[in-house]
């Protein structure tokens, strides 16, 4: 039977229906998987092309060679250099397209991925990105910064070679200013933090847990908005993701690659956007939020009825998908 869940966090609504779907199992797209090459010449990121004339922001190097570097995103839709001054004219407000905008080059190797790449440079990888967030919180005039990841067209990606991205905005936009005042609402209430109650429950409960390692929870959400959602919650409460400890970081790197590994094997040829969810800059000391990571693979489109009401129809209930990525290593 259909049911409606609520997130306790975002009071978002959603539908599991999962009579819609006639078996859990799913291809991104059914289309041949293209093997990629370990190195490619009209790759800007590749070594030895384009985007190494570009100076680095940040770079990890090893005997003389690039193991990865951050570069100003060279097509960015923000630029950094401008004064983010509003301006209202009537009724209409503007701000200049003040930002930052970064690409991490994870890799130098073009046919890697976070699920197949060392740990060791998934490690890499989550450091560059605390750097950078370290870094732009100093600047002045911008108010959030979101890390995020795009693997697939599906989930909006140009380029195959592995890479993330970072941007900061002078701008919260209003549906995670809700979240968080929801999030505060919840903490004035109880006392508690919604996130640090969402994890005891999810263990107690322990029926869409994926994974728990010594400092991270990985799960499927109980109002999960499409099929495969996956969160990743670190178990020590901190509002923002600049707070990650080495130790934390040294967790995270297997834990967030074995949850991709869990998600390749669960859904043939997965695309998915991930994006690192942390208060921002100036509540980040905030006891009622709390940084994670959200897993969102790209299998269903949101139609007319998901767009034109904000409630999503999710096909896989996340107990069912949460055994299923149980069973995949
Ligand atoms: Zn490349
Ligand atoms: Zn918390």
Not at 193 to 207: A, P, Q
């Amino acid at each position: 039977m259909p049911e409606f869940r609520q997130n306790l966090a975002t009071k978002e609504w959603v539908i599991i229906a999962p009579e819609r779907a006639k078996r859990p199992s799913y291809s991104s797209r059914k289309k041949k998987k293209i093997i990629l090459p370990e190195y490619e010449k009209c790759c800007p990121f590749c070594p030895g092309n384009s985007s190494e004339k570009d100076p680095a922001v940040f770079a990890v190097s090893e005997a003389g060679r690039w193991l990865l570097r951050v570069v100003p995103n060279k097509y960015a839709a923000l630029l950094p250099e401008i004064s983010p001054i509003r301006k209202r004219i009537a009724n209409f407000l503007k701000v200049e397209g003040f930002g930052v905008a970064e690409v991490v080059i994870e890799t130098r190797e073009h046919n890697l991925t976070i699920a197949t790449m060392d740990v060791s440079g998934v490690r890499r990888v989550i450091l560059s990105y605390k750097e950078r967030y370290e870094e732009l919180m100093k600047k002045e005039g911008l108010d959030l910064i979101t890390v995020f990841r795009n693997y697939g067209p599906l989930a909006g990606t140009s380029l195959a070679h592995p890479h993330s991205q970072i941007i900061a905005t002078p701008i919260v936009p209003l549906w995670f200013r809700n979240q968080i005042e929801e999030a505060r609402r919840y903490c004035d209430d109880t006392g508690r933090c919604v996130y640090c109650d969402i994890i005891e429950n999810e263990l107690k409960f322990n029926e869409r847990i994926v994974m728990e390692t010594e400092h991270f929870v990985v799960f499927e959400p109980y109002a999960s908005k499409s099929p495969y959602e996956t969160w990743i919650l670190p178990k020590l409460h901190n509002s923002s993701f600049r707070y990650i400890s080495d130790r934390e970081i040294s967790d995270l790197a297997p834990t967030l690659q074995n949850a991709l590994i869990r998600l390749h094997n669960a859904v043939d040829n997965l695309n998915y956007n991930y994006f690192i969810r942390s208060a921002p800059i100036g509540d980040d000391t905030v006891e009622h939020y709390h940084w994670h990571i959200q897993i969102q693979p790209r299998i269903t489109t949101p139609a007319g009825f998901e767009l034109g009401s904000g409630i999503y129809i999710n096909t896989t209930p996340p107990e069912e998908a949460a055994r299923i990525l149980r069973g995949q290593m």
